[in-house]
C-alpha cells in the first residue's frame, strides 16, 4: 500500500513541474506539441526509472560503503549521462525507428535536472530500491501528465486568434503553466 502511496503523491501531490518545479525547461520547450510531447515524456520514463535503480545501487553499494557520500551528485550526473548515452547506442542498434522517433529528445535527458532531481530525492527521502522504483516511475509519469496537459492547452492557444500580442507565446505558457501548478496544489493533503 505504501508503494502506492508514493506512486500517486509523486504523480500527483509532488509533480516535479507544478510541484517540484524541476524540469520546467523542457516542459515549456516540448510542450507545443502533443506528438513531441508524448516521446519525451516515454523517453523520459525510460531513462529515469533505470537512473533510479542505477543511482541507487551506486549510493548504497559503493559511495556509502566507501565513505564517499559527499560525491554523490558527481557521481550521480555521470551515471545519468553515461545511461543516456548507452540507451541511445542501444536503441540506435536494437530498433532504429524508435530512436528516430524519439530524436534529439533522447540526449536532451541528460541536461533535465528533473532525472538528477528524482535521483536526490529518492537518496535523501531513504527510500528503498523498490520505492525509488516506484517514486521514479510516478515522477516520470507525472512529468508526461502535465506535458500532455500543457501541450493541448498550447495548441488550443495557438488556434485562438484572441490572446493579446504581447501574451502570445512564452508569456501565455507561463501564465497557463502558473495556472496549472495552482489546481495541481488542489491535491495536498490527499496523500502525504
Known sequence: MDLLWILLGSMFVNNI?????????????V????????GMGVAVIFVLVLAAVMTWLAFH??????????????SFILIIAALVQF??????????VLYKSLGIFLP???????????????????YTLAESVVNALG???????????MSGI????????????????????????????????GFAGIIK
Open 87 to 96: 540507451v541511445e547506442l542501444v536503441l540506435k542498434k536494437i530498433n532504429p
Open 61 to 74: 553499494m559503493v559511495l556509502v560503503p566507501l565513505g564517499l557520500e559527499y560525491l554523490y551528485t558527481l
Open 154 to 185: 498550447r495548441e488550443r492557444i495557438d488556434r485562438n486568434t484572441n490572446v493579446p500580442q504581447c501574451l502570445q507565446g512564452l508569456p501565455i505558457a507561463l501564465v497557463t503553466a502558473g495556472l496549472m501548478s495552482m489546481a495541481f496544489m
Open 17 to 29: 513541474i507544478f510541484s517540484r518545479f524541476l524540469g520546467c525547461c523542457p516542459f515549456l520547450g
Open 139 to 149: 515522477s516520470s509519469m507525472g512529468f508526461l501528465l502535465a506535458l500532455l496537459l
Open 108 to 126: 536532451l535527458i541528460t541536461t533535465n535536472c528533473a532525472v538528477l532531481g528524482v535521483a536526490v530525492i529518492n537518496m535523501n527521502e531513504n
Open 31 to 38: 510542450s507545443t506539441k502533443t506528438d513531441t510531447a508524448k
